[in-house]
């Protein structure tokens, strides 16, 4: 089945410092992919979607130039957190959709758990 | 704006009994997509079952099955012979068709989740 592998699973770092997130669809390409985060006990929340060869579209109250999307592959997304501040600290996830089947559902990954001293 | 509420924050059950999880919807769209989601402690988004909007049979998927009424704007998860691995959060989550996707490409509109607990 189509596996979406998240890395790293687990990061801390330090307030101030940037943090990159990658997403990869392993054996399928994906020109769409979603970045969710998650609080602990709350629901995801969609941040952004990433279209390859494209600019990503933010949802509202997202900052653009905090959380950067870059989607320069048919396989790989990244989200970086600029200057991540501990209220940046959440669990983030990422999902693709397999190319020419728009109708199919999202593949997940394991997520990334982000901490910010 | 399409909405999803799951009303239930926190079901037990009893493990081989059957359990059932509530979800409603809003929308004014026709074609969609309803799913159920299952986080276990490791946070990975597993798929339990899916539903076409233009469907009127109910989806099933081994123990899982749900009930949807599509005039009521419901979507209700019944999970047969609970199991102790079925222990999670629980999500309900709705998409538009494709036909529809617009500026939304696709993604998944979740509800708050409902914490499944399962007594041995």
Partial sequence: GAVVSQHPSRVICKSGTSVKIECRSLDFQATTMFWYRQFPKQSLMLMATSNEGSKATYEQGVEKDKFLINHASLTLSTLTVTSAHPEDSSFYICSARAAGRENSPLHFGNGTRLTVT | ?120
């Fill in chain 2, 1 to 120: 704006a399409q909405t999803v509420t799951q009303s239930q924050p926190e079901m037990s059950v009893q493990e081989a009994e059957t359990v059932t999880l509530s979800c409603t919807y809003d929308t004014s769209e026709s074609d969609y997509y309803l799913f159920w989601y299952k986080q276990p402690p490791s946070r990975q988004m597993i798929l339990v079952i899916r539903q076409e909007a233009y469907k009127q049979q109910n989806a099933t998927e081994n123990r899982f099955s749900v009930n949807f009424q599509k005039a009521a704007k419901s979507f209700s998860l019944k999970i047969s012979d609970s199991q102790l691995g079925d222990a999670a959060m629980y999500f309900c989550a709705y998409r538009r068709g494709y036909m529809n996707y617009g500026g939304s490409q696709g993604n998944l509109i979740f509800g708050k989740g409902t914490k499944l607990s399962v007594k041995p």
